[in-house]
């Protein structure tokens, strides 16, 4: 529907499982982010990559770990996570992450997300 | 902290009726962009209005801007049983990188 698609829609894992989510656009964007959503809460940012390299890193735990091999597919490695990670995972694009050229922060495409449970 | 907020939280109405919901922030900003999510689904863009306009419109949109109160509101006309989600309001504070900050978000009811 957008453009950017995730895989798995649904995670059940628990504490001491490893799993990865999987984040493909298919707009041509050189960003993409990952952020968490929960229950009650903003949208959270966890991470951003432009052209594959990784330029934020919101204080997030080292329990999730991004890897960007091309500026078209992102993941999420999960390790000996905890209940309370349990949540919303959404993946999203731009076409340009920098603002580069005096552009306006560019519009971004979510993906449908992966709902997360951890038992 | 926490850059957009919106206001209300939960709003429910009757189909045809108009819906608005309003967002407030603390710092200056180059834009301001709005996003609807329907429930347990990804985000999807409704309207951007940068920092020099005061008023932008898209279909039964319109989004107001009002930087010196540091304010924004969305407006749906004729609203439809489809309208039903929540709505975000997201900034981009200037100084941020180009990092987009989004409210809680305030969750539509539309009743049919």
């Known amino acids: 529907e957008t453009g950017v698609t995730q895989t798995p829609r649904h995670l059940v894992m628990g504490m001491t499982n490893k799993k990865s989510l999987k984040c493909e656009q298919h707009?041509?964007?050189?960003?993409m982010y990952w952020y968490k959503q929960s229950a009650k809460k903003p949208l959270e940012l966890m991470f951003v990559?432009?052209?594959?390299?990784?330029?934020e890193n919101n204080s997030v735990p080292s329990r999730f770990s991004p890897e960007c091999p091309n500026s078209s597919h992102l993941f999420l490695h999960l390790h000996t996570l905890q209940p309370e990670d349990s949540a919303l995972y959404l993946c999203?694009?731009?076409?340009?992450?920098?603002?580069?050229?005096?552009?306006?922060?560019?519009?971004?495409?979510f993906g449908p997300g992966t709902r997360l449970t951890v038992l | 902290s926490q850059q957009g907020e919106e206001d209300p939280q939960a709003l429910s109405i009757q189909e045809g009726e108009n819906a608005t919901m309003n967002c407030s922030y603390k710092t200056s900003i180059n834009n301001l962009q709005w996003y609807r999510q329907n429930s347990g689904r990804g985000l999807v863009h409704l309207i951007l209005i940068r920092s020099n306009e005061r008023e932008k419109h898209s279909g039964r949109l319109r989004v107001t801007l009002d930087t010196s109160k540091k304010s924004s509101s969305l407006l749906i006309t004729a609203s439809r049983a489809a309208d039903t989600a929540s709505y975000f309001c997201a900034t981009d504070g200037r100084g941020s990188n180009y990092k987009l900050t989004f409210g809680k978000g305030t969750l539509l009811t539309v009743n049919p």
């Open positions: 990559y432009n052209f594959k390299e990784q330029t």
């Open positions: 999203a694009s731009s076409q340009d992450g920098l603002g580069r050229g005096g552009r306006d922060t560019d519009t971004q495409y």
């Open positions: 707009l041509g964007h050189n960003a």
